[in-house]
């Protein structure tokens, strides 16, 4: 029995030491040395010839990133503490074009400074380096973290993103880049720097309404995973996505980049879209998130950003505070790796009426404390030299010191330490709150495998991006964000060859001509489409309105009446008066449409909606090919005079019965 016991001990104790026996990374380097221990590969990323614990993968993440925490200079822990944007050759974000070469996948080398608020125009207190060329960015301010505004091929975003990574592993410790950007899937109509990158290579999804719009969790999380490989394949490890904000205030100009008005819709998608991000850890497939904006960003006064002066308040009760936070407490539970606070400044509440980037309360109190949140605070662009919305009479050491104190790890918008180092160095910020957000930026590029493994194939970027299969899942989606609101005596789906007159009406800034007669290039089966209204048994428009870009605002009061935002509606009304019509409208803000349709209109038959999608999906729907099934993601007025009388902080269904000319939740399916 003595003998067979220390057998089984022993048969046990060797399964485990199998099960516990590390298993050896891809390492992929340019510069570092290869080391080989014990029959295991390293990267010497130090290039002093032996193992360092934070080179060796088989420790946990925690050991790493305090060894090289240990052995940083001052001046790189500074640069680990900023992100700001990068440019590749060509790529002229934030500028005027200085020549019509096209974007290559090499550096760009030059420094765009500024010394006014690109919002506002007003002075800054110190000129901002937002962008340093690339080299002196890395090897001179130690920076490695990074924004990519430019819009090119996955081929050169993957090449820029080797050249990248191999110039931060030939600079010092070899720390490696971690580059982020905004969303690249959707359909907007708002594509600007610091919004959403618009009409990409990447495959092509509804528009952050739309998803919500599907009521589909699982395609949502499918979604999720798509844009993750095709994300990873180019080198892209980090979104400053996706927006928790509910969009209660019907009037502010990012509506379109949030899940709508309900939380627990909000919640819900959110929730699948960090777990398709990240998975259910950071890892070497994972690109990490950065939700925003805490703790939520929606309740604006009038409907006006708070990158502008006269849109810093956020009107909130203590009770819609709370139901704001429902969808960032499902982001932290998915495991979200980072959360970037707003610019807003508290009205109403407990906390003191400063911008949350500055706001202890907010950030320390209920972020850290009550939320349990572990990751990465990262301030929004700016909010010390341009919007330090309730700390204004503070120097800029005075703000690095307030907004430490607050819990920011990450600042995001300029490229140059120098004050943060003054602000150490003056003892306005303690060595303590630097290390500690230093070590949660190294965690995170740890647990992401950067420090193995941080390049791409380019190739294989070229086959992954895009690719026929991942746009095959978007179609559907495209179609499943479409809601049908009304269908007067049962004209959808339309009968068998009716003739159909299809026009869009998309008012582009610039552009004189807003209306557009659609026609497929291949006839469809179902429908017979003609060139004039004369020729039509039904008319179907199109109408998308354009309020004016975020950052064109200028404090004027804003509106959702259709007249107000680009669209003739007397020219619609007369498109429509003659033939049943079927009107299609595009939601970015939950438009008021009075002036065209109301429930007593007797020629527009049917009404959908849409939140970025495609004539051809629009067409299946209206053809019975796809039966509808998306539902509002929040209620639209029934008039001007209800926007301009709600309460900002709540969504429309509390807003009283009379005040919805369609509910949140309602579709019709045939």
């Known amino acids: 029995m003595k003998t067979l016991l220390t057998t089984t001990a022993f048969l046990a104790l060797a399964a485990f030491s199998i099960a516990q026996k ?51 200079s001052v001046e790189q822990k500074a640069g680990m503490m900023l992100i700001s944007t990068t440019r590749l050759e060509n790529d002229w974000s934030f500028e005027k074009p200085k020549t019509t070469a096209p974007v290559t996948g090499r550096f760009n080398e030059t420094d765009l400074v500024m010394k006014e608020n690109m919002f506002t125009r007003l002075p800054m207190p110190v000129a901002q380096l937002f962008a340093a060329g690339t080299t002196r960015g890395v090897t001179k301010l130690h920076l490695r973290n990074f924004i990519l505004r430019v819009n090119t091929a996955p081929e050169i975003l993957a090449e820029w993103s080797n050249h990248l990574q191999a110039l ?54 499918e979604f999720a995973d798509i844009a993750r490989r095709e994300w990873t394949a180019v080198g892209l490890r980090k979104g400053y996505m996706y927006m928790a904000d509910l969009a209660t205030e019907p009037r502010w100009q990012r509506v379109e980049g949030t899940f709508g008005e309900n939380p627990g819709l909000a919640a819900e998608t959110m929730r699948e879209i960090v777990l398709g991000f990240q998975g259910e850890k950071l890892s070497q497939g994972s690109v990490a998130l950065t939700v925003k904006h805490f703790p939520g960003g929606g309740a604006t006064e009038g409907g006006q950003d708070p990158h502008f002066p006269w849109g810093k308040r956020a009107i909130l009760s203590e009770r819609t505070l709370r139901d704001n936070l429902i969808p960032f407490k499902a982001a932290i539970d998915a495991g979200v790796s980072a959360i970037m606070p707003y610019y807003s400044l508290p009205v109403g509440t407990k906390y003191e009426e400063v911008a949350y980037a500055y706001n202890k309360g907010i950030l320390q109190d209920l972020l850290r404390k009550e939320l349990g949140f572990k990751g990465i605070i990262n301030s929004d662009t700016g909010p010390i030299d341009m919007m330090p919305w309730g700390v204004e009479d503070l120097n800029v050491t005075e703000r690095y010191k307030k907004s430490q104190e607050a819990g920011i790890n990450l600042y995001s918008g300029s490229g140059d330490p120098t004050e943060l180092l003054k602000a150490i160095a003056a003892g306005a910020v303690k060595m303590k709150t630097v290390n500690e957000s230093v070590y949660l930026l190294l965690k995170e590029k740890f647990e992401l495998g950067l420090f193995e493994n941080p390049y791409v194939d380019v190739q294989k970027a070229k086959e992954t991006v895009g690719n026929p299969g991942f746009q095959e899942r978007a179609e559907l989606a495209l179609r499943k964000s479409i809601v049908l609101l009304r269908n007067h005596d049962k004209l959808l789906p339309l009968k068998e060859k009716t003739k159909v007159y299809f026009e869009t009406y998309f008012p582009q800034k610039g552009k004189a001509q807003a209306s557009q007669v659609y026609l497929p290039a291949v006839q469809h089966p179902v429908i017979e489409f003609v060139q004039t209204p004369g020729e ?58 009075d002036e065209i349709y109301n429930e007593n209109t007797k020629n527009i038959k049917a009404v959908l909606a849409t939140f970025g999608t495609t004539p051809e999906a629009i067409i299946d729907v209206i053809s019975g090919t796809f039966n509808p099934s998306g539902k509002m993601p929040f209620s639209t007025p029934r008039t001007e005079e209800a926007v301009q009388n709600n309460r900002p902080d709540v969504p429309g269904y509390e807003e009283g019965p009379e005040y919805a000319l369609f509910n949140f939740g309602e579709g019709l399916s045939y």
């Open 22 to 72: 590390p298993v050896q990374p891809e390492l992929k380097a340019t510069s570092a040395p290869i080391l080989t221990l014990q029959g295991y590969q390293f990267k010497d990323l130090n290039k002093n010839g032996k193992l360092d614990k934070y080179e060796d993968w088989r420790l946990p993440v925690e050991i790493r990133a305090k060894d090289l925490l240990s052995k940083m």
């Open 536 to 593: 039509a048994e039904v008319v179907l428009v199109w109408v998308a309105p354009g309020a004016k870009s975020l950052f064109d605002s200028k404090g004027e009061p804003l509106h959702l009446s259709l007249s107000k935002n680009g669209i003739n509606t007397c020219y619609i009304n007369c498109l429509t008066a003659g033939k049943p019509a079927v009107l299609v409208m595009n939601y970015t803000n939950p438009w008021v449409i």
């Open 168 to 221: 931060c592993e030939s600079d010092g410790l070899g720390i490696p880049a971690i580059v982020t950007s905004n969303p690249r899937n959707h359909i907007t109509r708002d594509a600007s720097i610091g919004l959403s990158v618009g009409k990409t290579a990447f495959s092509t999804w509804p528009g952050e309404l739309g998803l919500a719009a599907m009521r589909d969790p699982k395609l949502v999380r």
